[in-house]
């Protein structure tokens, strides 16, 4: 499983676009790169994946360069209640098997 | 839809009792089944994942045992608790059938050994 490695803790205001970058030097060709959110007390939710380019869902999108050795998550217009941990996961094995780092706690203020 | 639950919620525990943490996934047949646990302020460590009934694989050394008696239950057990056992329980569960699948998790079960 490929090492991801993101900042430990980000600060924002509501309102303000929030963008997580992720770096996997070590990615394998076939590896998809997941992120998932983490509200306290609670398990984690997946919110996005991609492999290359950009994708874009109702609750954030996803960039990706062509090297693909880093990713950014990108929470448009974030709110109070958009405080979490995000993780950034890269690969998994044929039964699953995720690895989760500490993540980066995301802060948002009024 | 699927759903997934544990119990309890949460729990304290004396140093040496036994444990035993349940989970069971509703709407789905088959699933991958996780077992996780979360220190305070910490990432989330696998302890145990099935891909079927009767088959266990650890992935951390430890007190720590798991089962799965039935394709949709997944119970997490010691026979004697450490200090060290405290934390945030979490099972989780995919399909099983697709390559860097999503993992969906229950509620959690918050585990105080004193």
């Known amino acids: 499983l490929a090492k991801t490695t993101q900042p430990i803790s980000m600060d924002s205001y509501e309102g303000q676009e929030v963008n997580i970058t992720c770096s996997h030097n070590n990615i394998a060709t076939n590896d998809y790169i997941t992120w998932y959110q983490q509200f306290p007390s609670q398990g984690p939710r997946f919110i996005i994946q991609g492999y290359k380019t950009k994708v874009t869902n109702e609750v954030a999108s996803l960039f990706i360069p062509a090297d693909r050795k880093s990713s950014t998550l990108s929470l448009p217009r974030v709110s109070l209640s958009d405080t979490a941990v995000y993780y950034c996961l890269v690969g998994g094995d044929s039964w699953g098997k995720l690895q989760f780092g500490a993540g980066t706690q995301v802060v948002v203020t009024p | 839809s699927q759903t997934i639950h544990q119990w309890p919620a949460t729990l304290v525990q004396p140093v040496g009792s036994p444990l035993s943490l349940e989970c069971t996934v509703e709407g789905t047949s088959n699933p991958n089944l996780y077992w996780y646990r979360q220190a305070a302020g910490r990432g989330l460590q696998l302890l145990f994942y099935?891909?079927?009934?009767?088959?266990i694989s650890s992935e951390v050394p430890q007190n720590l045992s798991a089962s799965r008696p039935q394709d949709r239950q997944f119970i997490l057990s010691s026979k004697k608790l450490l200090l060290s056992d405290s934390g945030f329980y979490l099972c989780?569960?995919?399909?099983?059938?697709?390559?860097?699948?999503?993992?969906?998790f229950g509620p959690g079960t918050r585990l105080l050994v004193l």
């Open positions: 989780a569960w995919s399909k099983g059938s697709e390559y860097q699948e999503t993992q969906y």
């Open positions: 099935s891909v079927g009934i009767g088959q």
